[in-house]
């Protein structure tokens, strides 16, 4: 597989949904949906600020009767981040929502199928200026393309599809389009997004459709996205989760984060996985600094180690962290032994340092520090468990004696 950088993404046209860019080198966008009655806007516009809060650059409502279409016109003027409206089977809802002045359409071309239709819509968008994401579902394809097909959804059936109706679209002139052709499947949407990146230049909105809860969803969705991005396709991404979507967004803006497609805009906690060492309940310490970080936008790399024998070692390229030892917690900054707390306020120690180290920076946290006497209590308590562990805490030793034993 061909791994590109985010620098060497496929080039494709850049459009505007509201104020935020679209393709042609913009940053990557995060994309869900809010899932309260678009119809009571006062629940809809709180949600949209808890998408926005955990990630979200583009909010997508249902607009699915006329109830929805007048939330919207309230929604739209008080939305911190552009709208779209999420239309099936009714063109007279696009119509409906682009009067409510929405930001973009979401057209699902396997249920708005009369080109007239699509054309008028097409048009009255064309002269509003708003895009349109043509989004086509393997679960929803035209009963010709499935038949042409084999009866199977296939890469190629999808692609006709969205080329399909991009055709109708420049019956009107209209070419503000982004593409999607989302699968359950994660081979499947992989390749038809592959296929389609080869025969079109409009920007793609990535996602794997109905990826279920966590922790599946989350999986098969970041295996396809994620598989895509590093191959350089893709504009905007949407995990589809059966979960509250702040969770679709926090995912999507964290696997941006980590593939370096976007800025990091809050804190990345690493830990270590736990071992026979561990001198702490590893898992308990690193959830309880995840809620303690939770909204605090401090984007720096810290990491929770459970012992002093390796944990800074390991963790040595981390802006800050913590390993146990012997009741105590080892502060490090940079790799450098800062600080000894208590055990019980690790955390509370790594929010004081995060927040000292972001707003003066990693050099001006370690002059107020005894670097020095911080590496000898370190060395200490780890002197202190070796000696109580020995070398080999995991005990491998015994097994591969046991191994030997069976193997004679
Ligand atoms: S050796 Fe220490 S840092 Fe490494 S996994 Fe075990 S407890 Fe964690």
């Known amino acids: 597989m061909e791994v590109q950088a985010g620098s060497e993404r496929r080039s494709t046209r850049r459009l505007m949904v509201g104020d935020v860019a679209v393709g042609g080198g913009a940053p990557i966008t995060v994309q869900s949906m809010t899932v309260t009655r678009t119809a009571d806007h006062e629940a809809t516009i709180q949600q949209i600020y808890d998408l926005a809060m955990a990630g979200a650059d583009i909010v997508r409502c249902t607009c699915n009767e006329p109830e929805a279409a007048e939330g919207l016109a309230k929604i739209v003027p008080r939305s911190p981040v552009p709208i779209v409206a999420d239309i099936h089977h009714q063109y007279r809802m696009a119509l409906a929502a682009l009067e409510a002045g929405v930001h973009c359409l979401r057209?699902?071309?396997?249920?708005?199928?009369?080109?007239?239709?699509?054309?008028?819509?097409?048009?009255?968008?064309?002269?509003?200026?708003?895009?349109?994401?043509?989004?086509?579902?393997?679960?929803?394809?035209?009963?010709?393309?499935?038949?042409?097909?084999?009866?199977?959804?296939?890469?190629?059936?999808m692609v006709e599809s969205a080329l399909d109706e991009i055709r109708?679209?420049?019956?009107?002139?209209?070419?503000?389009?982004?593409?999607?052709?989302?699968?359950?499947?994660?081979?499947?949407?992989?390749?038809?997004?592959?296929?389609?990146?080869?025969?079109?230049d409009f920007p793609l909105h990535l996602g794997v459709t109905e990826a279920g809860p966590p922790p599946a969803g989350l999986i098969k969705s970041s295996a396809g996205i994620g598989t895509l991005l590093?191959?350089?396709?893709?504009?905007?991404?949407?995990?589809?989760?059966?979960?509250?979507?702040?969770?679709?967004?926090?995912?999507?803006?964290?696997?941006?984060e980590a593939m370096g497609l976007r800025e990091r805009t809050n804190v990345d906690l690493i830990a270590c996985p736990s071992c026979g060492r561990a001198e702490i309940d590893v898992v308990?310490?690193?959830?309880?600094a995840m809620a303690a970080f939770a909204d605090r936008q401090i984007p720096l790399q810290i990491a929770v180690m459970g012992?002093?024998?390796?944990?800074?070692g390991e963790a040595r390229d981390a802006d800050l962290g913590i390993a146990a030892g012997n009741k105590r917690g080892h502060l490090f900054i940079k790799g450098r032994n800062a600080a000894v707390v208590r055990e019980d306020e690790m955390v509370e120690a790594l929010?004081?340092?995060?927040?000292?180290?972001?707003?003066?920076?990693?050099?001006?946290?370690?002059?107020?520090?005894?670097?020095?006497?911080a590496r000898r209590e370190a060395e200490k308590d780890r002197d202190h468990l070796l000696a109580e562990q020995g070398e080999d805490a995991n005990d491998s030793a015994t097994r591969i004696e046991l191994i030997h034993r069976h193997a004679r």
């Not at 590093?230 to 941006?256: F, H, K």
Request: aromatic residues 6%.
């Open 351 to 373: 929010v004081h340092w995060a927040q000292l180290i972001h707003e003066e920076g990693a050099e001006a946290a370690l002059a107020r520090v005894d670097t020095e006497r």
């Open 230 to 256: 590093a191959q350089g396709i893709g504009d905007t991404i949407r995990y589809s989760l059966t979960a509250d979507p702040v969770e679709e967004a926090r995912a999507g803006r964290t696997l941006l």
């Open 284 to 288: 308990a310490v690193a959830e309880q």
């Open 307 to 312: 012992c002093v024998v390796n944990g800074p």
């Open 107 to 157: 057209l699902n071309p396997g249920n708005i199928r009369r080109p007239e239709h699509i054309r008028t819509v097409a048009a009255e968008a064309r002269d509003r200026g708003v895009p349109i994401r043509i989004g086509v579902n393997g679960g929803s394809l035209h009963p010709d393309l499935y038949k042409k097909y084999g009866g199977k959804v296939t890469a190629e059936a």
């Open 168 to 200: 109708y679209f420049a019956d009107v002139d209209f070419d503000l389009i982004k593409i999607s052709v989302k699968a359950s499947s994660v081979p499947l949407m992989v390749e038809a997004y592959r296929q389609l990146s080869e025969v079109t």
